[in-house]
């Protein structure tokens, strides 16, 4: 059982940046693939970015290329999602999941955090 927890959300001005945190507690949760994903209101929930648990090899959304970046820290078990010249359209609730097999961009992760809010006004 692993249990995420999202930090660093919060409202900022278009062009801005933000840094969300993901902690994961439980056992060998540094052995966990692991990924971020956003959903806004009326919408579905939509792959960000993920990092593998063994080489840290990336995989982005797209939209995510060259201003986002997602990394880890496994002596504290935390994963960041580092994300510049946001944008309006980023304001989201953003997600961490968490999975023993590598999943990239599907949504069918074991585990989910509650997420945090990002508002990105104009």
């Not at 989201?92 to 999943?103: I, N």
Request: glycine share 10%; with cysteine; net charge positive.
């Amino acid at each position: 059982q692993v249990q995420l927890v999202e930090s660093g959300g919060g409202l900022v001005e278009a062009g801005g940046s933000l840094r969300l945190s993901c902690a994961a507690s439980g056992r060998t949760s540094s052995s966990y693939n692991m990924a971020w994903f956003r959903q806004a209101p009326g919408k579905e929930r939509e792959f960000v970015a993920a990092i593998m648990s063994s080489v840290g090899s990336t995989y982005y959304a797209d939209f995510a290329k060259g201003r986002v970046s997602i990394s880890r820290d496994n002596a504290k078990n935390t994963v960041y999602l580092q994300m510049n010249n946001l944008k309006p359209e980023d304001t989201a609730v953003y997600y961490c999941a968490a999975d023993r097999l590598y999943k990239g961009a599907h949504t069918n992760y074991d585990y989910w955090g509650q997420g945090t809010q990002v508002t990105v006004s104009s």
